[in-house]
């Protein structure tokens, strides 16, 4: 394309170039969850999470994969408190190890007092840049809650 200025000849080149994110999200009961049923487990027990994210384009050495995962929860209210997520290699992403799981495992422990019904976790997969900017995703899942661990646990003399 040429431009003609008062002061003389100027060139530019156009260069069109495309970047789209796709990505995916699921959390399920914790393994070591010894009542859970399929999607539904009981409150105060853990649950895991993958997530996944990958920008195609024509130009890749353009363009970062997506760098970071943070996951909001129902019991903060989606708000103040959140976990980093763990980039695994091939854009995947988890939960980091918890020091409070006996098998650190990597798990996030719902609250033994969260009412039952649906437990929705929203996780925000960030830092996918280009030379417009950054690309991210806004992704949720969900299990059920029916009943808390305290039903499992039993303190007294077995009945017969």
């Not at 914790?30 to 994210?53: C, E, F, L």
């Not at 609250?111 to 996918?128: A, C, H, Q, S």
């Not at 992704?139 to 007294?156: A, R, V």
Request: net charge neutral; aromatic share 16%; proline share 5%.
């Amino acid at each position: 394309m040429w431009l003609t200025y008062r002061y003389g000849w100027y060139e530019f080149d156009l260069d069109r170039y495309y970047a789209s994110l796709s990505s995916s999200m699921s959390i399920k009961c914790d393994d070591k969850n010894p009542t859970a049923n399929g999607r539904v487990m009981k409150s105060g027990y853990g649950i895991n999470q993958t997530a996944s994210g990958s920008i195609r384009t024509n130009q890749s050495s353009a363009v970062t994969q997506p760098q970071n995962g943070v996951s909001y929860f129902p019991e903060f209210n989606y708000q103040t408190y959140w976990r980093l997520l763990e980039r695994m290699g091939g854009g995947r992403f988890e939960f980091q190890k918890n020091n409070y799981s006996t098998y650190k495992n990597r798990t996030h422990f719902s609250p033994i007092w969260m009412p039952d019904g649906k437990y929705e976790v929203n996780t925000w997969l960030i830092d996918g840049w280009t030379p417009a900017g950054m690309l991210s995703a806004n992704l949720t899942d969900s299990l059920t809650i029916h009943g808390s661990l305290w039903l499992d646990w039993h303190i007294g003399p077995l009945q017969p």
